[in-house]
């Protein structure tokens, strides 16, 4: 192919650094060194910016500064919220979740299960991927400590209804945790309308560098820190702040603050023309997820009658980078449990490929996209025992 | 990503002999969509010479059954159908300059396709899966594979059973029935020698060598050894000296890799006593 070049569609797996974010962090590489705690000018200087970044992420989530804590990423942000609620309330042994978290969550909800005597609620999905909010109401007990629902699902980008599960969660006295990984910055939270307790976000899906994240804990939670040691970010969460990597997450935040209503539109706009393109171009083709409830980049689709290894690896010949939901990516031998709790059909489950795009995505991009797929899909379908073209 | 080799990317992305052959003399299909890997492999067979001259496949898989096929259908072509039946699935892994131990299962697929072609060839029925025999309901894996593959690969624990059948690697259900397939087939390996009614000479005379043979190089090996003092049945009477003989933990361990020598070895009901 002449025209080969690289076209980036795996954005909710991690996106590019963004320059303004690159720019931001250079001086804490050479000058601005000091530890933020210091009682000198070296230190003091370096607190600004800490402070300052503190409030440009607050500022995207519409919450108090205070309420923030920096973390290393995502995971350390989903770990702290779940067991350090479960170490504050150590008289309740109920917790809940849902089918098609992240392994972030449903792993350490599965080890305490396994591990420490904890009850654990899974609740299921439907097709389309949506919770059923009364089993939700049901599933929450007096004895219930913690309940984590994600904000957005990374795979196939269905939103679940954080307000409305974070209303039932109050009025049930139960804390709320919801990992916002995948819809901050692609979506508007607003913690003032939201009434979640504990938000996660990570900073590299945020176009930030990977290893930072933030956990929001709304003032008056019960949480024991994660890590312990010195008082940094008011004992929380001990450690030498990360200071390079804080002051990339507020600038990415502020970025993605003034972007947002770009990412809600032309973003959405090119997901709806590649998603569009394909499905009218190649038959047999599905939607995985609730398509009207959704992230605005994200696409997950389900080519039926092949697999989704041998796409990804024509693609990626092709200069294309997706993901796929397919057992053989990761080495298990199942497709993927957000697909399989969807109860999605084997015939195109093992070929469901996720394309997230991000605000660096174009258009130009996209149309290579859709003049690549199209024959590698129709390759894999003549190879396949399944496929009748005459159907 | 995977560490696929060349062959395998160079068979992946230019698959040879992809499609049907009209009016073939041997069809086998194995693997289905939920399976998430299938195989369709058609065979044109000289009847008299009984010689494969044309092979081609049609397969809804990752690379490597893709790769897999392909290679196949290279290998066999030219073949009588009695070399191309001694082939392994190792021999087609190899032709690809080797695979990911989890895709062996890959190979065993391109295997499995043309033992079922054959038998299609020569007007074998080929063997429904009885219910009963099913172990692993996810992939639907049957104890004869399972079993047929232990042996072959000498495998010895679930995971490379996983590799090599896909069983156990969905839900996770029958890692118990693995485990005790495993079992019986390492067991297995001990087995010719012990005749089935053993008289307690022969008993004698076996754990005696056993002792001599095995348990104690492996002890020495580490500093330890062991002296038979006497056999009572089942019974085995042992003075043990370990590396560290003041050492409970180690004393403990000691005994239970005799004793477990000599139940696979010998007999599973015998029992280590230790005599001071």
């Known amino acids: ?391 | 990503m995977w560490d696929y080799t060349k062959s395998v990317m160079d068979h992946f992305s230019n698959p040879r002999n992809v499609g049907r052959i009209d009016n073939p003399d041997g069809v086998g299909e194995v693997g289905s969509l939920a399976c998430g890997d299938a195989l369709k492999l058609y065979l044109k067979i000289d009847k008299e010479t009984g010689k494969i001259e044309d092979a081609k496949f049609q397969t809804f898989g990752c690379a490597s059954a893709i790769a897999s096929a392909s290679a196949l259908t290279e290998m066999i072509k030219g073949l009588s159908v009695e070399e191309a039946m001694k082939l392994t699935n190792d021999d087609i892994a190899r032709f690809l300059g080797g695979l990911p131990e989890q895709k062996m299962h890959c190979s065993v697929m391109g295997k499995e396709a043309l033992e079922a072609a054959v038998a299609n060839f020569k007007g074998e029925k080929v063997e429904e899966h009885q219910d009963a025999a099913v172990v692993c309901k996810c992939f639907w894996v049957d104890e004869e594979k399972i079993r047929h593959q232990i042996r072959e690969h000498k495998l010895t624990t679930v995971e490379e059973v996983t590799h090599y059948t896909k069983a156990g690697g969905g839900c996770g259900g029958c890692v118990p029935d693995i485990k005790r397939i495993l079992a019986e087939e390492t067991g297995k390996a001990a087995e010719p020698k012990e005749t089935p009614a053993m008289t307690n000479l022969q008993r004698i005379k076996l754990i005696t060598a056993i002792i001599e043979s095995k348990v104690a190089p492996m002890l020495r090996q580490d500093g330890g050894d062991i002296e038979l003092i006497d056999i009572d049945g089942v019974d085995v009477y042992v003075k043990l000296r370990g590396a560290c003989a003041g050492c409970a933990g180690a004393k403990a361990t000691l005994h239970n890799i005799v004793q477990e020598t000599l139940r696979k070895e010998v007999d599973s009901k015998i029992t280590i006593v230790e005599v001071k």
């Open chain 1, 1 to 391: 192919m002449s025209d080969i070049r690289q076209v980036y569609l795996d954005n909710n797996a991690t996106c590019m650094v963004s320059p303004g974010v690159r720019d931001v962090m250079l001086p804490f590489f050479g000058e601005l060194y000091g530890n933020p705690s210091s009682m000198h000018n070296f230190g003091g200087q370096v607190a600004v910016h800490v402070k300052a970044a503190r409030e440009q992420v607050a500022a995207l989530l519409n919450a108090s500064p205070d309420e923030i804590v920096f973390t290393s990423c995502g995971t350390e942000s989903d770990n702290h919220a779940i067991r350090g609620v479960l170490e504050a309330t150590p008289e309740k042994k109920h917790i809940v979740t849902t089918k098609v978290e992240h392994p972030a969550v449903l792993n350490v909800y599965r080890f305490l299960e396994k591990k420490k005597g904890y009850r654990l609620t899974i609740l299921p999905v439907s097709r389309q991927g949506d919770l059923n909010l009364d089993e939700l109401r049901a599933a929450l007990t007096p004895d219930t400590a913690i309940l984590s629902v994600m904000a957005a699902n990374n795979e196939t980008g269905t939103l679940f209804p954080i307000d409305e599960i974070g209303a039932i969660a109050r009025e049930k006295g139960v804390i709320f945790h919801t990992d916002a990984v995948q819809a901050v910055g692609k979506i508007p939270i607003d913690l003032k309308k939201i009434p979640a307790d504990l938000l996660s976000l990570s900073g590299h899906k945020l176009h930030t560098p990977k290893g930072i994240g933030a956990l929001f804990i709304r003032k008056g939670t019960r949480i024991s820190p994660f890590m312990i040691g010195g008082h940094q970010e008011n004992g929380r969460r001990a450690g030498t702040e990360n200071v390079p990597y804080v002051v990339a997450l507020g600038k990415a935040c502020e970025e993605a603050m003034n972007d947002i209503f770009e990412e809600n539109n032309r973003v959405r706009k090119l997901r709806d023309k590649l998603e569009e393109g394909l499905h009218s171009t190649i038959r047999h083709t599905y939607i995985n997820g609730n398509p009207r409830w959704r992230l605005p980049n994200t696409s997950n689709i389900g080519f039926e009658f092949i697999e989704g290894e041998a796409i990804l690896l024509h693609l990626s010949a092709a200069g294309i980078a997706a993901s796929s939901g397919s057992a053989c990516t990761s080495g298990s031998l199942e497709p993927s449990h957000v697909l399989m709790a969807m109860e999605t059909p084997f015939s195109y489950a093992h070929g469901s490929v996720r394309f997230s795009l991000s605000k660096f995505t174009t258009e130009d991009e996209i149309d290579y996209a859709l003049r690549v797929i199209p024959p590698v899909i129709q390759k894999l379908r003549e190879m396949s025992p399944f496929y009748d073209p005459t159907k």
